[in-house]
């Protein structure tokens, strides 16, 4: 157990939907990042959050949003739902601004199926 | 850019053979690089990493790397595979300035055969 909690483990929705995921960090860790998995992407990142700011942002969408609350879970929001957007959604959190020679822990992950 | 390669999606060995799975680099500056494993329904777990002091990591579970910068390698073995090992493996470099986020590579999946 990594101590990253991510919720729901499953959800399945239409094209045009919106979702959230959620993500509770490892109890003191200020940076959670947000990364899918799609098997023909692999891993990408999409984007970082520290101590409620917005640090980095990879391969998101702009029908997808981001933002980590006062007290450090983040939500991660996507709308107008494609086909496409099926994939692993993962939330990873660390104690620092960056990952530096530190690690990552992973959630298990929140599995979207877009019909 | 940095970016890493791993070559070969899937691998398939003999329980107790040598598991080979192998890492190249792309980087202009000396890279910090990782070995994350995913077993199956899991996230992803650190595995070893190498941050510019010895140049054989070891990490858990047995497994090993090694960091060549002639070959711009960072290749993940372990002497005898157990059926336990049997999961996805993945390579990823530290992205210097900014976040120090992690890149990915596509992934190895290992399975390992009685």
């Known amino acids: 157990d990594s101590g990253v909690t991510q919720t729901p483990k499953h959800l399945i929705t239409a094209t045009g939907q919106r979702v959230t995921l959620r993500c509770s960090p490892r109890?003191?860790?200020?940076?959670v990042y947000w990364y899918q998995q799609s098997l023909d992407q692999g891993l990408q990142f999409l984007i970082q959050?520290?101590?409620?700011?917005?640090?980095a942002k990879g391969n998101i969408l702009e029908r997808f949003s981001a933002q980590q609350f006062p007290d450090l879970h983040s939500e991660l929001n996507l709308s107008s739902l494609e086909l496409g957007d099926s994939a692993l959604y993962f939330c990873?959190?660390?104690?620092?601004?960056?990952?530096?020679?530190?690690?990552?822990?992973f959630g298990e992950g929140s599995r979207l199926t877009v019909l | 850019a940095q970016s890493v390669t791993q070559l070969g999606s899937h691998v398939s060995v003999s329980e107790g053979a040598l598991v080979l799975l192998r890492c190249n680099y792309s980087?202009?500056?000396?890279?910090?690089l990782f070995w994350y494993v995913q077993y199956p329904n899991q996230g992803l777990q650190l595995l070893l990493k190498?941050?510019?002091?010895?140049?054989l990591v070891k990490g858990i579970n047995g497994f090993e790397a090694e960091f060549k910068k002639s070959e711009t390698s960072f290749h993940l073995t372990k002497p005898s595979a157990h059926m336990s090992d049997a999961a996805e493996y993945f390579c990823?470099?530290?992205?210097?300035?900014?976040?120090?986020?992690?890149?990915f590579g596509k992934g190895t999946k290992l399975t390992v055969n009685p």
């Open positions: 109890s003191g860790d200020l940076s």
């Open positions: 990823a470099v530290r992205l210097q300035g900014g976040s120090e986020k992690l890149v």
């Open positions: 959050y520290y101590n409620g700011e917005e640090r």
């Open positions: 190498y941050t510019s002091a010895a140049t």
């Open positions: 980087s202009s500056v000396p890279p910090y």
């Open positions: 990873a959190s660390t104690k620092g601004r960056g990952i530096s020679t530190g690690e990552l822990f």
